[in-house]
């Protein structure tokens, strides 16, 4: 008897067609599961001992992180580093900070400096002076960094500032910042540190601020890639940074205070076009004398006549020491 007809499919068929299909299918989703398992970590998280019972912690890319100030649970490790390294309060005597110094040579600035001129600045070379390869030679004064002190405030208030204003403004590294009056860059370091090249402006008219900025403290930092555009001037002429500048942050610390009223105006008449009108933002700290001086009406009729906008008084705090500062916001409304 003949045998019925077959309408299945045979198994090597059956084997051949289902090792195609999972293929496509392989072929179609490898690239999302690539993506997900890899492009994912691109920037990987590096974990750190931190010492103590091989406690752990995250440091991520710090250019991808959004915050400047440290948060408080930064404050927290670090006080939590400070007992677990038995690091006790500070010293409250000169007798007691000696004695933390045992094994190390304590010089003051006047001795460093003192040191440094005798033996010709850095260099030991002997004979003539073909053999110092001092690439960027500096003065002893710079070197000691006596210039820290020509302001009246620690050095380390150049921080507050910064995370200050940065923060008040959202500032993002592509931004364009002027500084007016930047002097040894106090404040000014942490903005080119942070913002990308050629994006800080400063006019200083001091020679000493400036020798200290761009022969100590750019080449000091390891800044000078970052291409500050700082400028010797007191006449508030920025057009000397160039045309069609428009900046997202101008401020000047404590320096209106100083400056005849009528040249303040004249700079704050030349600065309007120069501030992105609604997110620009001009500070100015301390006390605007030159608005106090006019009355409150006046003063507003002037900033009005100007195009500008009073916005409000702002106060910050030091994280180092007790010190805050008084900062009044102005803003361009129109274009």
């Keep these: 008897m003949a045998s019925p007809p077959s309408y299945g499919v045979s198994v090597p068929v059956l084997l051949l067609f289902v090792s195609c299909t999972t293929a496509l299918l392989l072929f179609i989703l490898l690239p999302s599961l690539y993506s997900f398992f890899f492009s994912s970590s691109s920037c990987p998280t590096t974990t750190i001992a931190t010492g103590g019972g091989g406690a752990t912690s995250s440091i991520s890319n710090p250019r991808s992180r959004d915050r400047i100030s440290p948060t408080p649970e930064d404050i927290a490790w670090l006080k939590s580093q400070l007992s677990l390294n038995s690091i006790q309060e500070p010293p409250s005597s000169p007798a007691a900070w000696h004695s933390l110094r045992k094994g190390i040579n304590p010089r003051t600035r006047a001795e460093q400096l003192e040191d440094l001129r005798g033996f010709k600045g850095i260099s030991h070379y002997e004979g003539d002076d073909a053999g110092n390869h001092t690439a960027l030679p500096c003065p002893g004064e710079l070197l000691v960094e006596e210039h820290h002190s020509n302001y009246g405030e620690p050095w380390a208030g150049g921080r507050d500032v ?91 610390s404590a320096v209106f205070l100083h400056m005849p009223d009528a040249l303040v105006w004249v700079g704050l008449e030349r600065l309007v076009e120069r501030l992105k009108p609604q997110k620009g933002r001009i500070f100015v700290s301390h006390n605007i004398k030159f608005c106090s001086r006019l009355g409150g009406d006046e003063c507003t009729r002037r900033l009005t006549k100007l195009g500008l906008e009073y916005v409000g008084k702002r106060t910050h705090d030091s994280l180092l020491f007790n010190h805050y500062e008084i900062w009044f916001e102005f803003r361009r409304p129109k274009a």
């Design 162 to 252: 910064f995370e200050f204003l940065a923060n008040a403004v959202g500032l993002a590294p592509s931004d364009l910042v002027l500084e007016i009056g930047c002097g040894t860059l106090r404040v000014g370091l942490h903005f080119i540190r942070y913002l990308d090249p050629a994006r800080f402006h400063c006019l200083e008219r001091d020679e000493l601020s400036l020798m200290a900025a761009l022969r100590y403290e750019l080449p000091s930092q390891g800044l000078l890639h970052k291409r500050p555009h700082i400028l010797r001037g007191d006449d508030m002429e920025f057009t000397r940074f160039g045309n069609g500048i428009s900046y997202d942050l101008i401020y000047a």
